[in-house]
């Protein structure tokens, strides 16, 4: 690729976060419909964001590049293609797809956005450019793409399941459940479930989390953060039993008794919180995680010491896919839990991106 582009790139940056494409003949104005003019960040803060973000994303052009090409060497030709004419719009699509698959975002970012020039309403290049804002960590600017996306067309269970993880980062259960909703309409799918269950514990609705999770690892067992927040769940009801018999399904069970002992710690049960680390640490008296939360109590310290579940949306969130679904004995937003999050098990599964 042209080596000059790195140089370029702060002036790029600008142009594509104030018009949504380097065009210099036919610029997008205030006179244009709000449906053809270009995307912008929501405030001078998020702009700031954004220009840092693709600033630093730009600098791994050429890594993205050659790990695709290294993966799939046979991908090499569709690159040179893509790269020789930007109009070969069968070449720019497949590229597109595969390093989006690979997560490979700036490659794809650069491809949609050159996309957006000639058709500032394509749904799938608008749909894209909203999972990679998703996964930048920029969901206003996440969400308008994703509803322009729907608006022009992309009503595919995906696009739906897509604007609802948003919603879930944005700290919006209600409206996540109503675009998780639709997309149920026309297939039910484990990580869907897992996050619709996610959203309604982030709103206290214990009941229909229950119902969302318990269907959710009904039809896919393999989804650790599943049955973590159904642990979790569980232990908000009173079903202690039912919640310990969930985590054992995670991984090792010197894990599970430990993370039991977070939620009685979180349901202000220290006595039997104690126990439950006890008995972690009866089993793996090397246990570094058991042990500091087990101080932590016996020093009367306010808060245990607990290290983080890996976290994959598509993924439960496919999430985050995904994922997206964070598992914390207390619900909070799927971008950034506050609460104590439970023990990782290096040897447990993980629920799909």
């Known amino acids: 690729m042209n080596r000059l582009k790195p140089i370029l790139l702060p002036g790029c940056v600008m142009l594509l976060l104030t018009s949504g494409c380097v065009s210099h003949t036919v610029p997008l104005t205030s006179q244009l419909p709000p449906s053809q003019q270009a995307v912008k960040p929501s405030s001078l803060s998020d702009y700031i964001r954004g220009v840092y973000k693709l600033s630093a994303e730009a600098s791994r052009q050429t890594e993205q590049r050659e790990a695709l090409v290294a993966e799939a060497p046979e991908l090499e030709e569709l690159v040179a293609r893509a790269e020789q004419d930007p109009q070969d719009t069968e070449a720019r699509s497949r590229l597109v797809m595969e390093y989006m698959s690979r997560k490979l975002y700036w490659g794809a970012y650069e491809l949609l956005t050159n996309a957006l020039q000639t058709s500032v309403n394509d749904p799938d290049a608008n749909l894209n450019l909203a999972v990679i804002w998703d996964a930048w960590g920029l969901y206003d600017l996440a969400q308008q793409y994703a509803e322009r996306a729907i608006e022009n067309g992309a009503t595919t269970p995906n696009a739906y399941e897509t604007i609802g993880k948003i919603a879930l980062h944005r700290n919006h259960p209600e409206e996540a459940l109503l675009w998780y909703g639709r997309s149920l309409e026309s297939v039910r799918t484990a990580p869907v479930l897992a996050n619709i269950g996610y959203a309604h514990m982030l709103q206290s609705e214990w009941e229909s989390?229950?119902?969302?999770?318990?269907?959710?690892?009904?039809?896919?067992?393999?989804?650790?953060?599943?049955?973590?927040?159904?642990?979790?769940?569980?232990?908000?009801?009173?079903?202690?039993?039912?919640?310990?018999?969930?985590?054992?399904?995670?991984?090792?069970?010197?894990?599970?008794?430990?993370?039991?002992?977070?939620?009685?710690?979180?349901?202000?049960?220290?006595?039997?919180?104690?126990?439950?680390?006890?008995?972690?640490?009866?089993?793996?008296?090397?246990?570094?995680?058991?042990?500091?939360?087990?101080?932590?109590?016996?020093?009367?310290?306010?808060?245990?010491?607990?290290?983080?579940?890996?976290?994959?949306?598509?993924?439960?969130?496919?999430?985050?896919?995904?994922?997206?679904?964070?598992?914390?004995?207390?619900?909070?937003?799927?971008?950034?839990?506050?609460?104590?999050?439970?023990?990782?098990?290096?040897?447990?599964?993980?629920?799909?991106?």
């Open 209 to 353: 989390a229950k119902a969302s999770l318990e269907e959710a690892t009904q039809l896919d067992d393999s989804l650790e953060q599943a049955h973590n927040n159904l642990a979790i769940v569980l232990s908000k009801t009173g079903n202690e039993s039912g919640a310990l018999a969930h985590l054992l399904r995670t991984g090792r069970p010197a894990v599970a008794f430990n993370n039991m002992g977070v939620l009685y710690l979180q349901a202000q049960k220290p006595g039997d919180a104690q126990q439950y680390f006890e008995k972690a640490l009866r089993l793996e008296p090397d246990y570094e995680v058991a042990r500091r939360n087990l101080t932590a109590m016996e020093t009367v310290l306010p808060a245990p010491a607990i290290l983080q579940l890996p976290a994959n949306a598509n993924q439960a969130v496919a999430v985050p896919q995904a994922g997206d679904v964070r598992l914390a004995a207390e619900p909070q937003a799927p971008a950034e839990p506050k609460a104590p999050d439970f023990s990782r098990d290096e040897a447990g599964t993980s629920a799909g991106n």
